[in-house]
T-cell receptor, first 114, second 112 residues
Framework: EAGVAQSPRYKIIEKRQSVAFWCNPISGHATLYWYQQILGQGPKLLIQFQNNGVVDDSQLPKDRFSAERLKGVDSTLKIQPAKLEDSAVYLC????????????FGPGTRLLVL | DQQVKQNSPSLSVQEGRISILNCDYTNSMFDYFLWYKKYPAEGPTFLISISSIKDKNEDGRFTVFLNKSAKHLSLHIVPSQPGDSAVYFCAALRSGTYKYIFGTGTRLKVLA
């Protein structure tokens, strides 16, 4: 079974530029999550989708971050414009259902904002 | 407010000995706990979980203990192997929700 796919794996941009990350979850997983992991911290949930609907985006900085999952499968996360403090690893995870279901993580995209 | 804490940023253990990783939480509403392992340049992978109705769960070399009164859980790895060297995150959530709250991680190094 293929795991969660993410691209790109690494990205370096200058502040005020825009960037987009892509995630393809495990086939059949209805729930998709985007996390931000800053160096030395644990992953922090940014947004959760159930199929193509947003369940929770309370911790998403909506002035600069946006995410979509138009067809209920793959998803994109965008930052526009980027700030220095956005430097982090962006992890995508998926699960069959919400709740206590195990979340399966992709390898992440490491973003460096200069 | 850090609801899930892993106070030891790093731990070194000799191969074959026991590794004990600790995790404390403050929110008494949490009733499901998980441990994830993370290798460099990879995403976290699920290791073991425990519900608050239990105080112990075992899977091979890995055992998780939960002390609800102390709001503390620990992961025991016996015997430790060099391949166990990774960062370990504990996560907590409230039943019926999806929201994992992760700790800051403990880097385990198993010395051959």
């Amino acid at each position: 079974e293929a795991g969660v796919a993410q691209s790109p794996r690494y990205k370096i941009i200058e502040k005020r530029q825009s960037v987009a990350f892509w995630c393809n979850p495990i086939s059949g997983h209805a729930t998709l999550y985007w996390y931000q992991q800053i160096l030395g911290q644990g992953p922090k949930l940014l947004i959760q989708f159930q199929n193509n609907g947003v369940v929770d985006d309370s911790q998403l900085p909506k002035d600069r971050f946006s995410a979509e999952r138009l067809k209920g499968v793959d998803s994109t996360l965008k930052i526009q414009p980027a700030k220095l403090e956005d430097s982090a690893v962006y992890l995508c995870a998926s699960s069959f259902l919400s709740g206590e279901e195990t979340q399966y993580f992709g390898p992440g995209t490491r973003l460096l904002v200069l | 407010d850090q609801q899930v804490k892993q106070n030891s940023p790093s731990l070194s253990v000799q191969e074959g000995r026991i590794s004990i990783l600790n995790c404390d939480y403050t929110n008494s509403m949490f009733d499901y706990f998980l441990w994830y392992k993370k290798y460099p340049a990879e995403g976290p992978t699920f290791l073991i979980s425990i519900s608050s109705i239990k105080d112990k769960n075992e899977d091979g070399r890995f055992t998780v203990f939960l002390n609800k009164s102390a709001k503390h859980l620990s992961l025991h790895i016996v015997p430790s192997q060099p391949g166990d060297s990774a960062v370990y995150f504990c996560a907590a959530l409230r039943s019926g929700t999806y929201k994992y709250i992760f700790g800051t991680g403990t880097r385990l190094k198993v010395l051959a």
